[in-house]
C-alpha cells in the first residue's frame, strides 16, 4: 500500500483543514487507517483511527478532529476544526492489517506510512 497525504497549511488557531490520503496498492478497505502527528523534538503521536467502521481519538483531539474514509476512493480523511498552536506539527497518515483495538494508537502496529504533511497553526 502506498500513502499519499496532502491538505497542510498554515492556518489561525480557531480555524480548520481537511487533511486528505490517498492509497494506492492493494484493496484499502481492508486495512486499519490512522492519523499521527509528530512535532519537531517530540515523538511521534496518535491522532485518530478508523477501524472497521468505528473511529477512535486521542482525548485532546476528541470534539475537534474527525477521520473518515472512502473506500469506493481509496482515501482517509481528517478535518480538523477548532485548531490550536499545540496542533502544529507534520501529520502523517497510516495504515495497517490485523491492528487489535488496544494497539490503534500505537505507531509501530501500522506497517504503511504517508511522506507527512506540514501543519502550522498561528496565534
Known amino acids: 500500500v502506498q500513502l499519499q497525504a496532502s491538505g497542510g497549511g498554515s492556518v489561525q488557531a480557531g480555524g480548520s483543514l481537511r487533511l486528505s490520503c490517498a492509497a494506492s496498492?492493494?484493496?484499502?478497505?481492508?486495512?486499519?487507517a490512522g492519523w499521527f502527528r509528530q512535532a519537531p523534538g517530540k515523538e511521534r503521536e496518535f491522532v485518530a483511527a478508523i477501524r472497521r467502521g468505528s473511529t477512535y481519538y486521542a482525548d485532546s483531539m476528541k470534539g475537534r478532529f474527525t477521520i473518515s474514509r472512502d473506500n469506493a476512493k481509496n482515501m482517509v480523511y481528517l478535518q480538523m476544526n477548532s485548531l490550536k498552536p499545540e496542533d502544529t506539527s507534520v501529520y502523517y497518515c497510516?495504515?495497517?492489517?490485523?491492528?487489535?483495538?488496544?494497539?490503534?494508537?500505537?505507531?509501530?502496529?501500522?506497517?504503511?506510512w504517508g511522506q507527512g504533511t506540514l501543519v502550522t497553526v498561528s496565534s
Open positions: 496498492g492493494r484493496t484499502f478497505s481492508n486495512y486499519v
Open positions: 497510516a495504515a495497517g492489517a490485523g491492528i487489535i483495538l488496544t494497539s490503534l494508537t500505537i505507531s509501530r502496529s501500522y506497517d504503511y
